[in-house]
């Protein structure tokens, strides 16, 4: 079965310090990766997404994601995070025709 | 309002209370998604829907139930609330496309089960 390992529950740094979130993904054969963000009392929007291509992709707010299909990996970096980066990152991915599985999620909490 | 939205925000309710979740989305997204929120869990799909009258299980279905009469209303419903149903649930919706796509969330409904 396919899933999504977030390997850091909670990510502290300061500001303007680069950042990398990690995820891992299994499965063997084709598959779809999101990162998504929570900020504080509010619903997940989507950050980044990979569906084919260039492995790096670029996303909102300064983040991007490297998929490395040989390390089964969608890790999600910033190279200088501000206060309000401060949320939940939560990894996601399915395959054609399944629904989205999340990983349990990253806290990043940025502090000046 | 264009979006998604999800009603009560908050809600307290009693064990053996049934209880009704609202989700309503404006941009006739084929797929709607019930999620429930749990810490050390992160996200886990209740039910999903592909179009009206198309409803499939997720990975926690159990006391739980969706109708989905209109495109874009897709309510939960738990039939005899438990303590173990206290969550956070977010409701989502999609394109036409299918589940590859960007899901859209709603703000969320705070439940709790005394």
């Known amino acids: 079965a396919q899933s999504v390992t977030q390997l850091d529950s909670q990510v502290p740094v300061f500001e303007e310090a680069p950042v990398e979130l990690r995820c891992n993904y299994s499965s063997s054969v084709s598959v779809y990766l999101f990162w998504y963000v929570q900020y504080p009392n509010q619903g997940l929007q989507l950050l980044l997404k990979?569906?084919?291509?260039?492995?790096l992709v670029k996303g909102i707010n300064g983040f991007e994601a490297e998929f490395n299909k040989s390390q089964t990996s969608f890790h999600l970096r910033k190279p200088s995070v501000h206060i309000s980066d401060t949320a939940e990152y939560f990894c996601a991915a399915n395959q054609a025709g399944t629904a989205l599985i999340f990983g349990k999620g990253t806290t990043l909490s940025v502090s000046s | 309002d264009a979006g998604i939205t999800q009603s009560p925000r908050y809600k307290i309710t009693e064990t053996g209370r049934q209880v009704t979740l609202m989700c309503h989305q404006t941009w006739s997204h084929s797929y709607m998604f019930w999620y429930r929120q749990d810490l050390g869990h992160g996200l886990r799909l209740i039910y999903y829907s592909a179009a009206a009258d198309i409803t499939d299980k997720g990975e926690v279905p159990d006391g739980y139930v969706v109708s989905r009469s209109k495109t874009e209303n897709f309510p939960l419903t738990l039939e005899s609330a438990t303590r173990s149903q206290t969550s956070v649930y977010f409701c989502?919706?999609?394109?036409?496309?299918?589940?590859?796509?960007?899901?859209?969330f709603g703000p969320g409904t705070r439940l709790t089960v005394l």
């Open positions: 989502a919706s999609s394109e036409l496309a299918g589940l590859y796509n960007e899901q859209f």
């Open positions: 990979y569906l084919s291509g260039s492995t």
